[in-house]
Structures are given as C-alpha cells and as structure tokens.
C-alpha cells in the first residue's frame, strides 16, 4: 500500500517553531487545569489557588500571543499559502480550548463553590477527562503538521473520550439533582460541570473535526504534488 508522510515545514522552521510552542501552551493549560481543580477541592480559594489561577490566565495570554504571531507569519511571509486557512482556523480553534481551561478555573476562583466531599472524586474525573481530551487533540493536532496520514488515528481517542466525558458528566449531574443539597447548589454544580465538559465537547467539535478536515486537504494537495512531480520525471526521462 503506498504510504508517504508529508510535512508542512519543509522551509518554514521559525513558523515550526511558533506552533509547536503554542501546542506547549496547550498541554501547560491542560496541565495545571488538573492540578488546579484539585487544589480547589483540597483547599477552596486558597493562596496556591489564587497562585495557579494566575498562572494559568499567563498560559492563555501567552497562547493569544503566539497565535496572532503565527497568523502575522503566514500572511506577511505568505507560507503555506495553499493551506493558510486551515492553519488558521485549526490554531483559532486550539486557542478555544485553552481559553475553556482559564474560564473554568476563574470561574471555580470567583463562585467558590460548596461541592461536597462526596463528589470530589467525580470532579476530578470530569476534568482529568477534559484535559486528557485537550491533550489528545494536540498530539492530532501537531500530527496534522507533521504526517497528514496518523491524524485519523489520534482523532479518534479524542472522540472516545470526550464521550467518556459526557457520559460522567451526566451521571455527576443526576446524583447531584438526586441529592438533599439546596437548590440553588445544585444549579450552581450543574453549571460547571457542564463548563468542565464543554472543554473537551470543544477539544472533540472544533479542533479534530478541523484537523481531520484539513489533514485529508493536504494529503490530497501533496500526493497530487508527487503524481505532478513523477510525470514531470517520467516526461523528462522520455526526452
């Protein structure tokens, strides 16, 4: 079976470099959202709360960063013109989610929920699940840069497990609603789990279904370029 591996950055090394600091940032947001969430539950708005917080809102500062630096390059420098929007829109895309991560962890900084002891396993489910997704998509996604054929393959973990998510994030809400708590808890619970997995639903909507998308683009402009290049030699070799 022919099987070539194809990568964007042939020439472009400055601008490899740029996304795949942003794919850095990416898994850092994913990174302390984990840590984060457990630090909530362990020690509420804590000073290492309010710590990580920080730093996390500096990850997702820096990633918009990056990526108006990487939209910058490949307009002024015209690169890989043939797949520009695609770039672009897989990087916006990326950004979403990190964005999700610092919202999620403002959010739990600025309500400072009440979740009981109780239910803090399943929180730390949820968002392990969401940032596992996250950090799926980037490998899909510097997959999509580097070898058009395995982004298919990394995808689809990503869709596994942003159904894991789902499927744990209702049961959570059930056995919240199922509970004594006061109502107005239980409403307030319900909104953020629903923002915990909305990051992955995120990660699974906007970000593999772009890369798959214009994975199967390049792989058919790059494969048209090898036919284009072998008839060029075979016409050559006939002269």
Known sequence: MFHAKFSLFSKTKPLENKIDLFHDKLLDAAMNFKKAIRIYLKEK???????????????????DNLRRDIEAKLYTQNLIPDLRADVLNLVENLDKVINKFDEVVYEFYIEQPDIPEEYHMRFTEICDLSADCAENLSIASRAFFRDFSSVRDFSQKVYFIEHESDVSSGHLKQAVFDSELPLANKLQLNILISEIAEIAETAETVGVGEAIGAADRGADMSVGGVCRSARTSVGDAGR
């Open 45 to 63: 708005r804590s000073e290492e709360y309010k710590k990580i917080n920080k730093q996390i809102k500096q990850i997702e500062h820096d990633a």
